[in-house]
């Protein structure tokens, strides 16, 4: 069963992205397994991932400024018949340097361009109703040809977003079932997910492991809309079998069925 599609700026993107915090070592749980990450995430096992992401459908990778991806991009394009979307988040304190980073994702073949929140959130105001640079950013985005985004962990950006009108296709989210360093509470990030008319790619489902994966994506497909997708990183190619057999379950509407652990002290539940 083929995984679903929705549409960013006319571009057909899988509901389940391939997350990148893996390859870059950022595990949101410790620094011996970020370290770990950082180190075993070679250039070959991040394309060996990446390859079967493209066996199963999926079409998209999400990450910031990253030299090993665009290196393992670079390969999947030129060694396989694959191709991959690159959505990218340039970050950065100040509007210089975000749109050096733009220029960077422009001359990297990134396909959605969308400020990270280092940048967007910075200068985010509420109370005005504005994000400082953002049309700026926008502009120089479609610019460079690339499709124009924000990427946030405040649903604040959302709401201030598409108040203002500005010039872009989507937005990054934080969602996950625990609230995992999502700001408000869970019913409010869905209704502002919810609320909003662009698609939102929903980032941390699985808050970096701290949920298992049958509870992770029910909870969040079941509440976000059929416009939505998902990004989620994988430790390696049997976690992308295992998650896309999950989430074909959800999409379809079914109960999750799928292994489980076996352990000595699970014998009773036999």
Partial sequence: MALPMTKIGGLEICRLICGSNPFGGFSHFSKARSVWMNRYFTV????????????????????????KLGAALERLHDETDHQMHWICTPGGPDLKTCLEGTQWCADHNVSICMPHPSYTDANLDVARGVIRGADEICAKVRELGMIPG????????????????????????????????VPVETDWAARVITGSPKPIICIKP???????????FTFVYHTIKPIDTVACGFLSVEEVDED???????????????????????????
């Avoid at 999950?246 to 652990?261: K, S, T």
């Fill in 206 to 216: 699985l808050a970096a492991g701290r949920i298992l994966p049958p509870t992770a």
């Fill in 44 to 67: 070959e096992r991040v394309l060996e991932v990446l390859v079967r992401c493209c066996e199963h459908g999926i079409n998209a990778v999400v990450s910031g400024i990253n030299e």
């Fill in 244 to 270: 896309v057999q999950i989430v074909q379950q959800v999409l379809a509407g079914r109960q999750v069925d799928v292994e489980l652990q076996e352990t000595r002290s699970k014998s009773g539940l036999k």
């Fill in 150 to 181: 924000f990427s946030t962990h405040r649903p604040e950006t959302v709401t201030v977003g598409d108040k203002a009108g500005y010039d872009i296709e989507t937005y990054i989210q934080l969602y996950n079932a625990i609230g995992f360093l």
